[in-house]
C-alpha cells in the first residue's frame, strides 16, 4: 500500500512537471502543485481514455504517464479558461 502511494506520488510529479512545461507554467508552479496536478491529471486522463473506450492508468509504465500528462495539460487548460475569465 505503501509503495503505491508513492509510485502515485512520482507519478503524479513527472506527469504534473511535464505538464507545466508544456503549457509554459514551470515557473509559476513548485513540486507540490506539480503532484496535485499530475496524480488530478492522471484521473482526468483515465476518465476520458475510459470514455474513448482505452484503459486508463495502468500502472507505474510510459502508458500510465502519458495518460497522467494528458489528463494534467486538461486540467491546466480549465484552470487558466477559468483565471482569465
Do not use: D, E, K
Not at 65 to 77: D, E, K, M, S, Y
Amino acid at each position: 500500500m505503501l509503495t503505491n502511494l508513492i509510485f502515485w506520488i512520482l507519478l503524479g510529479a513527472l506527469a504534473g512537471w511535464i505538464a507545466s512545461m508544456i503549457m509554459g507554467r514551470n515557473a509559476q508552479m513548485g513540486a507540490l502543485a506539480n503532484i496535485v496536478v499530475g496524480i488530478i491529471g492522471a484521473l482526468i486522463g483515465g476518465f476520458i481514455m475510459n470514455s474513448l473506450g482505452g484503459p486508463g492508468v495502468t500502472g507505474f509504465n510510459l502508458y500510465s504517464i502519458l495518460v497522467a500528462i494528458g489528463g494534467a495539460v486538461v486540467l491546466l487548460l480549465i484552470v487558466g479558461l477559468f483565471r482569465r475569465a
